[in-house]
């Protein structure tokens, strides 16, 4: 970690974690944990997927740690996203202990990402009683708790090396991964994606309510907000109504869908905002950003098992192949079909690269 701020944090770390530990025990007091082997069955798939991105144990225990007040004390029904949320924040921090940048503007890169797919959540409580207590209270104790629960952990040469040996070996599995930004890719999986909407439509067998297809345009709409993107939102669009499909309707699935389609329209942003176009913006935020999400999504899916079985593991899984793969295979489809009306420098820039 580099800057001041270092020793400061590191100086606190045994009063950090012991207001930590309070919180912690003291709504585990108040409030008994009706199922706490499924909470710690969940909390340690958390820690695996996170370690397994992070290669770091006290990051990684932070991440899978950091919602427990919330949880402990409003119920389980949100680990999941929590914990994807904590694993995009912690994997963005250490990235950038890495590149030696600005720690603290990694940390709150993701809050965004989180407010958007909460903001889609107390909208749509106006129509549905939703869990809304347990999902801010948890989202709240992650965003609250891990900043420093993070910045207080050591970074040493240690940790360096098996960092940037991680981050080198995920760049090259998610250069080839990142050839979904390319058109030829973009329409071909735009196509399946289409041909799965045509099959469900006429083998499904529990229908969504019919007001929860109007969460697929709010979705889009969430997506343009945050980005200003309107390919980004019509393939939101598109993508969520492919997970209302399959999963019968509203719910986790599509909350966990908007914070990572969040993550990747916020990433591509940035990069767009260097210069790059938007095609290669895309392809870099997937190289960069794509091993993030995965294993994020990955401890979602295995966080919703203990307590909601292989259906709820299966619709994480369908929110995390929307925004891994549809999700930019349908803006790259649209940007193709549609082309945007481009100046004469974004056409040299873009003949250039």
């Known amino acids: 970690m580099s800057g001041d701020s270092a020793p400061f944090f590191l100086r606190l770390r045994l009063p950090i974690l012991l207001v930590f530990a309070a919180l912690a025990l003291w709504g585990a007091y108040a409030v008994p944990e009706p ?4 909470l710690a069955a969940a909390a340690l798939g958390g820690f695996l997927a996170a370690y397994a991105r992070l290669r770091n144990v006290p990051l990684a225990l932070a991440a899978a740690l950091a919602p427990l007040p919330g949880i402990l004390w409003f119920g389980q029904a949100a680990y999941a996203l929590s914990i994807a949320f904590a694993i995009l924040m912690t994997a963005d921090y250490s990235d950038a202990l890495l590149k030696e940048h600005n720690p603290y503007i990694a940390l709150a890169r993701t809050l965004p990402s989180l407010a958007g797919a909460l903001l889609f959540a107390c ?27 993070a910045l207080s952990v050591p970074f040493g040469e240690s940790a360096i ?6 981050r080198e070996k995920m760049l090259r599995i998610f250069a ?78 599509l909350l966990l869908f908007l914070l990572f389609a969040l993550f990747w329209g916020r990433a591509a942003g940035r990069f767009r905002a260097h210069g790059e176009t938007a095609q290669m913006a895309m392809r870099r935020a997937m190289e960069e950003e794509g091993n993030s999400l995965l ?9 919703a098992v203990p307590r909601g079985g292989a259906i709820a593991a299966l619709h994480a ?3 995390l192949i929307a925004a891994l793969v549809l999700f930019p295979a349908f803006s790259g489809a649209l940007r193709r079909m549609f082309p945007p009306h481009q100046s004469v420098e974004d056409m040299c820039r873009a003949s250039v690269s």
């Open 35 to 38: 199922q706490p082997v499924a």
């Open 123 to 149: 909208l749509w409580s106006l129509h549905v009683p939703v869990q809304l207590p347990g999902l801010l209270a948890a989202a709240a104790a992650t965003a609250l708790c891990l900043p420093p629960l």
């Open 161 to 166: 090396v098996r960092g940037n040996r991680q």
């Open 176 to 253: 080839f991964v990142g050839n979904i930004a390319e058109s030829r890719w973009s329409m071909s999986l735009s196509g399946v994606g289409m041909v799965l909407a045509v099959l469900g439509w006429f083998e499904i067998t529990v229908w969504p309510p019919y007001f929860d297809w109007l969460a697929a345009p709010a979705a889009g709409v969430l997506i343009f907000a945050f980005t200003l993107d309107i390919y980004a939102a019509f393939a939101a669009l598109a993508a969520a109504a492919l997970i209302l499909l399959f999963t019968g309707g509203v719910g986790g699935a």
């Open 295 to 303: 294993f994020a999504g990955l401890a979602a899916m295995i966080a």
């Open 317 to 319: 899984g369908c929110g």
